[in-house]
Each structure stands twice: as C-alpha cells, then as structure tokens.
C-alpha cells in the first residue's frame, strides 16, 4: 500500500497537499481499496465553506458508500469534475488524478493536527 | 477484539431500527461503545439505496400503503430490497478504519458469513463474479448494502430463511432483473431451521469472519449501562 511523504493525512483517511493556501484533498490509497470499485462520487459544491471535519463528499462503490470529510476548513474553490465520468480514477490514482476537491485553506496551521505519512501508516493494517 | 450483539424477538419497524442504528453509529464514533452488531426482523418495508432507482419499485406509494409495506429511501449502498418478518437483518456498527481492518475488506466478510451459514445446513452457497451478496442454485439469499460514517459501518446484511417472498415481488430485487430470490425454506422446505438457530449461527460466524468476540445481549433484557441509554 502506498503512502506518499509528502502528505498530511486525516485518521478518516483523507490526504491533503497545501501550495500557496490551497488545499488539494483526496482518499488514501488504504480508503479506496476498503470501499472497491468506486461507481459514484458526490462531490460538494464550489463556493460552499467547510469546517474542519465537515461532510464534503461522498464516495459509492457497488453496495458501499462512505463520506468524505474535509480535513481542514475553508472555501471549495475546484472540484475534480472528471470523477463524475469517471470515478475509477480514484481507485487507480487515489493521490493523483483521483483528488477530489481543492480548499483555499482559511488558517494553514491546521495541518499540523494532520499526520504525516508514518504516523498514518501506523494507523492502517499490515499486510 | 471483543464486540456486542443484541438481539430482537419481535420485527422491529424499519424507522425505529434506523433510529436506533443512527444512536450506535454516534456512540461507536465517539468510543462509547465498542462494536456492536444489531440482530432483528423488520416489519414489511421496502428500501431503496442511495443509487436505488424508483423504477425498480413495481407498485406506487399508494399501493405499498395498501399492502402493509413501508417505504424508505435509505443512505446505504446498494439498490432496492425488501424486509420482513422471517429474513434476519444484521446490522454491524463496526470501527472499519483502524489497523484491525480486514484486507479481504468488509463487503466479502459479510459474504462470508451467509455462505458459512448456508453451509451448517447442507446448503451450497457462493459468490457471483460482479454481483455481490450470498447466492444459491436457485436464487439470491443474502442481500449486502452498507454506509460508512467516520469509517464506522451501519446498515448491513439481509438474510432470507422462511420469509413470504411475495415483498420482493413488488420490487426488481437489487435491480438485478430475472435474477430470483430464495430463502432456506424455498430449499429445504419442512426441514428449514427454526429462526433462532439460524440467527445463532450467523452470529457466530461473524465473530470468526470479523474476527470479534461477541458478548451477547436481548434487547428485552439486562444491556450494559452504555448501550441501556441508546435503546
């Protein structure tokens, strides 16, 4: 299972990467796998504002669905429209063409109640 | 792990079931309880999921009224079902996002659970490559459809043993169309085992699936404090 270094994760399986205020937020590698075959996403609004730990998005596979939360609050300003079509994008690159919203990130600093990558993979199962 | 189940005697309606999944599913989340898994029947009552589409459903509101069937769009996975009286429901409220997650994954362990049930009465029960659930040679027995909330589980499993299967045919069952239904009794018919029997075997299947230990209470009798408040 794969953890990039240079994220910061949430205990409810969300990553994030921050450049210039701006929040890309995604489902971790381990996330995607649990749920299978994704086949619908339910992405959140542009332009909504979001607490940290707010319900931001909804990811479905065939008989599951689980939310997304937001990791760190602010407004959505993107959302990755491509997974309305294609949805699998997350189960094949859940940290890189499967992001699904980008947040301006109101205060920086809450990513350092984020963990880094060991520290989150010491939350997941060992193979 | 350890875990609790509760058990009910009498069908629970759905909208009291949903509730009270909804109290556990809070609990568990803020670790007030540890995993709990909720055995019941449900009075009549036909869910669609989230992606559940209304043209699986073959009889208007009016008419579901009119036959004793409560209707309820619900925020599980999956798509249209049908519960009642003689179907066992399980619904798991389970912690799934921690390092005791199974990589199997959950939806095959639920799975698993029925087939092992069907097993201890000489049924044959396996999986169908893109369709999930518990099949048999002559129609689907076990129905899956669950939700994650903080990567707690709530909703569950469905389980037919000596049902009237007259409720799935108001609906296209799953929306699999032409795929039938079947319950312990379609097979075995006067050998079907009685309810309790089948419960207790898919209790304790799910401890060695889901590799919990399970204390078991009734919901008429003595719960822990903690779970006393919720019911």
């Known amino acids: 299972m794969s953890v990039p270094q240079d994220l910061f994760y949430a205990k409810t399986h969300e990553w994030v990467s921050l450049e210039n205020g701006i929040a890309t937020v995604g489902i971790t590698d381990f996330a995607q796998s649990q749920l299978s075959d994704l086949t619908f ?8 504002t979001f607490e940290a730990g707010d319900e931001a998005a909804v990811v479905e596979s065939v008989k599951a669905a689980a939310d997304v939360y ?6 959505v300003v993107e959302v990755n429209g491509e997974l309305e079509d294609a949805p699998e994008l997350i189960n094949n690159d859940s940290f890189g063409k499967g992001w699904i919203f980008k947040i ?16 989150y993979e010491e939350l997941c199962p060992s193979e | 792990m350890n875990a609790w189940s509760v058990q009910f005697n009498e069908p629970v309606p759905y909208q009291e079931g949903l509730d009270l999944q909804r109290r556990l599913l809070k609990a568990r989340q ?12 449900h009075t009549p009552t036909v869910t669609l999921g989230n992606r559940g589409r209304a043209n699986y459903l073959l009889k208007s509101e009016e008419e579901y009224k009119a036959l004793g069937i409560d209707l309820f769009h619900v925020e599980r996975g999956g798509d249209v079902t049908f519960h009642g009286p003689g179907q066992w429901v399980m619904y798991p409220i389970l912690y799934l996002g921690g390092n005791e997650a199974d990589s199997h994954g959950y939806l095959s362990n639920l799975e698993e659970i029925a087939i092992r049930t069907l097993g201890d009465y000489g049924i044959k029960g396996f999986r169908r490559e893109g369709k999930s659930g ?15 909330k903080k990567w707690v589980s709530f909703h569950g499993m469905s389980f037919n043993v000596s049902n009237d299967l007259m409720g799935f045919g108001t609906i296209v069952p799953c929306g699999l169309e032409g795929e039938p239904v079947a319950t312990v009794k379609t ?4 050998e079907c085992p009685d309810l309790p029997s089948v419960r207790d075997s898919m209790l304790n299947h799910f401890s060695t699936v889901c590799n919990r230990e399970l204390e078991r209470f009734d919901a008429d009798g003595d719960l822990p404090a903690e779970l006393k408040s919720l019911f």
């Open chain 2, 187 to 190: 097979i075995l018919g006067e």
């Open chain 1, 70 to 75: 937001a990791p760190v609050g602010g407004e």
């Open chain 1, 41 to 48: 996403v339910e992405l959140p609004e542009v332009g909504v």
């Open chain 1, 104 to 119: 301006k990130v109101a205060d920086e600093s809450q990513v350092d109640d984020m963990m880094d990558a060991d520290s």
């Open chain 2, 30 to 41: 803020e670790d007030r309880i540890p995993d709990t898994v909720l055995m019941l029947q």
């Open chain 2, 134 to 148: 518990a099949w048999t040679d002559v129609g689907k027995i076990a129905a899956i459809g669950f939700r994650l």
